[in-house]
């Protein structure tokens, strides 16, 4: 009886000993089963977000492609207007040379003008002298003044002459006069129809113009839109990295929780064992003890009852801080919160709006070589250098079944201390205080953000409701 009872003790010590390492082991599967669906969230992200980055890549080629049909308008109305430009020059030299035809033509009704006036004077005359003598010529008188019959031959020859000059002069007069009609006309008509022309090519061109500036304007519009679409593709690839940086983040994680559940598991089996060992030995001492005591007593004597006090419970497991690296002159004292402060100096900058923005992060100032450490336990998951942030390392920290990421930015050149996927300990100098990137002056620009980092900053909260 005696002997069931100390087995049973030692049982019993076993199976609470066991408990405690599963209440452990639970605890670390639940950490990995976070650590596990942060990283499926962070899977998820990277798919829309590529899912993202392939519409921008077909909005582009569309603007691109409408863009490029745009421009071969614009070339082809650029054309037209050159060809348009050259009709329109080549009317204005007729319309040129037609004027200068009329001034020629002005010229020579002038001329005809005073011709016709000295004819119209030349029959005012012959009118008179046929006036004068009755209306037509005498022949008789003619005749009886002649000396001879030869005599009379002459005269009647110069009188037949004169009536038929006088008879082509009133033609010719006649014949100009029409001549001078129908040029005038003519002329007149061809000016017209050269400044119609002209002016149709004008508003032809005008037209052109117009629609050349309305292509114009389109194109510039696609343009805009198109650096816009690259400008956002731009941030989505941004952003893929970041996530495909914490994904590697996380799953350096994982595999260091998968290591530590194993050592656990190890040390756990070891620990059983060892127990199991301590308890048989226990057991078989005690049972040695009793056919001692047996031999000893007469048969008849009954052995007293008495209880185990069972195996003894294995030592629990310390747990020993983590020894900051680098350098500790300067580097501020590690607290006891969540997260350190990240540098010593003055907060020269705090988070919330400023005069054409907002400040996501806190500014810590201070002269001289500053270390900056890390403020929690975490995992890098980008060490780089940014146009914006200057030297910068963001690190992913996991704590209370949150995810937290810290940003520090404007770091002294070259003095990066860990990279990508490097895990860093609390307190942990990870670099020194710079004055790169976008910065006035040497600072370190701290962040917090309660999740994952991104373009946005959506998750940034105030750093001092987080560090003293």
Known sequence: MKQRSIVTYTLAGIIGFGSSFAYIGDASASKLS????????????????????EKKNNQINKLESEKSGLELQVEKLERDITATSDKIGQKEKQIADTKAEIEKLKAEIEELKLKIEKRD??????????????????????????????????????VSTIVSADREIMEEQQRDKDKL????????????????????LEELKAGLDSQKAQKAEAVKQLEAEKQHAETEKLSLEEEERILSAQNAAIQEAIKAENARIEQERKEREAAEAAAAAAAAKQAEQAQQSKQSQQSKQAPQSRPSA??????????????????????????????????????AGRFSSGYGPRSGGFHYGLDIAAGGTVPIVAAADGVVFRSEFSSSYGEVIYITHRMNGQTYTTVYAHMREDSRKVGSGQSVKKGQVIGYMGNT????????????????????????????????
Not at 126 to 155: K, P, T, W
């Open 121 to 158: 004077e030349l029959l005012k005359e012959r009118a008179r002298n046929i006036q004068q003598n009755g209306g037509s010529v005498n022949y008789i008188d003619v005749f009886l003044g002649s000396e001879s019959f030869g005599d009379f031959i002459d005269r009647f020859s110069a």
């Open 306 to 343: 008495g209880g185990s006090k069972g195996a003894p419970a294995a030592p629990k497991k310390q747990y020993s801080p983590p020894s900051n690296s680098g350098p500790s002159v300067g580097a501020p004292p590690v607290s006891s919160g969540m997260f350190t402060r990240p540098a």
């Open 437 to 468: 990137g976008q910065s006035f002056g040497q600072h370190l620009h701290f962040e917090i953000h309660v999740g994952s980092w991104n373009g946005a900053k959506s998750n940034a909260v105030n750093p001092r409701q987080y560090i003293n």
């Open 34 to 53: 976070d650590l596990q669906n942060e990283q499926n969230e962070i899977v998820n992200k990277r798919s829309n977000v590529n899912e993202s980055i």
């Open 181 to 200: 009609e129908e040029n005038k006309i003519k002329v007149e008509q061809k000016l017209a129809d050269l400044n119609n022309m002209l002016k149709e």
